[in-house]
C-alpha cells in the first residue's frame, strides 16, 4: 500500500513537473513566433536596402561577366548580406522550431498519462 501511494506521488511529482515545462515552452513558442514576423521583415528590408537582390539579379543577365569576375563577385555579394536580419530571422526560427520539437513530444505523453490516471 505504502509504495503505491509513493508511486502515485512520483508520478503526480513528474507530472506537475512536465506541466511547467510545457507552459514555459508554450511561451517561448509564443514569443519566437511573434518575433519571427519583425526578423523576417528586417531580414527583407535588408535585402532590398543593402541591393542584394539587384547584385543576384546579375547571374541571370550578365552570366559571361558574373563568371569572369566570380571572386569579385562572390565578395560583393557577401558584403551585401543583411547579417544582422538574417541572424535574427534564424534565432527566432530556432526557438520555434525547438519549442514545437519539445511541446510535441512531451504533450503526447502527458495525455497518455491522463489516460493511464482514469483507467487506473
Known amino acids: 500500500m505504502f509504495e503505491k501511494i ?7 511529482r513528474k507530472k506537475m513537473a512536465l506541466k511547467r515545462k510545457i507552459i514555459g515552452f508554450s511561451f517561448v513558442l509564443a514569443v519566437s513566433f511573434f518575433g519571427l514576423i519583425p526578423a523576417v521583415k528586417m531580414a ?10 539587384q547584385l543576384f539579379s ?3 543577365s550578365d552570366t559571361s561577366t558574373v563568371i569572369s569576375f566570380w571572386q569579385n563577385f562572390v565578395l560583393s ?3 551585401s548580406l543583411p547579417t544582422t536580419g538574417l541572424m535574427a530571422a534564424g534565432i527566432a526560427l530556432f526557438f520555434l522550431l525547438g519549442s514545437l520539437k519539445f511541446l510535441s513530444k512531451n504533450i503526447k505523453g502527458l495525455s497518455y498519462s491522463k489516460q493511464l490516471l482514469i483507467n487506473s
Open 44 to 53: 527583407y528590408s535588408g535585402f532590398v536596402g543593402s541591393g542584394f537582390v
Open 6 to 12: 509513493m508511486l502515485r506521488i512520483r508520478a503526480e
Open 58 to 60: 546579375l547571374v541571370f
Open 77 to 79: 555579394l557577401l558584403e
